[in-house]
């Protein structure tokens, strides 16, 4: 998967049983001013340098997602995400989905204080998922405040069956060109059942 600042040039995967989605199949999204500041790495088909996004320019937290064209899909079961990751200082690349009902939401799993490229595969089942604002990539409570301060932090019981979009956010801003604070993303993974919109 990469990214650019022109829109369009964005690469990922997804998969949904044994289909691969070809580009024309999919689009994707970005979330917050920052995602525009997004670069690309690497080199296309290389296995020492994959092509990827990287996020030191970014001055501000900003999400970037993938979905298919005409289809939800279902990350229940035994559906998971497969990314290579790189991290530098504090930087944690988290998943984010947006749901059918159209919250975005933000996981609890974060991977970080990764030196080289590093393979991980997950399911998003046994994750915790706070609502993520869309303009800020923020989050925000997603339930009623009250006295008890876990109250409204967690979405309850998020429909991981219709998922419209899957990706990966950064909630802090890099600190520019250099061996400063980032992540990188040398790919990434969708594998999931397709349901009709």
């Known amino acids: ?19 691969e989605y070809r580009r024309s199949e999919r689009d994707h999204d970005v979330y917050g001013k920052a995602a525009r500041q997004i670069l690309t790495t690497g080199a296309p088909g290389s296995t020492e340098t994959p092509y990827g996004v990287w996020t030191g320019t970014a001055e501000g937290p900003f999400a970037v997602t993938f979905k298919l064209k005409g289809s939800y899909v279902d990350m229940t079961g ?13 930087h944690a ?51 009623q405040a009250s006295g008890n301060p876990n109250t409204g932090i967690w979405v309850t019981n998020p429909d991981l069956s219709k998922i419209d979009e ?11 060109h250099g061996q400063g604070g980032y992540i990188q993303l040398g790919g990434i993974e969708v594998y999931g059942k397709t349901v009709t919109r």
């Open 78 to 90: 035994l559906a998971n995400i497969r990314w290579f990751t790189k991290t530098s200082r504090f």
């Open 1 to 19: 998967m990469g990214a650019s600042r022109e829109s369009g040039r964005h690469e990922s995967a997804l998969h949904a049983g044994a289909t």
């Open 166 to 176: 899957i990706g990966f956010t950064d909630l802090i801003p890099g600190s520019g």
């Open 93 to 143: 690349i988290r998943p984010v989905v947006k749901l059918a009902n159209g919250n975005l939401v933000v996981g609890d799993l974060a991977f970080e204080s990764m030196a080289k490229l590093s393979l991980h595969e997950f399911s998003l089942l046994n994750i915790r998922w706070i609502q993520q604002d869309p303009e800020r990539v923020v989050t925000v409570p997603s339930g």
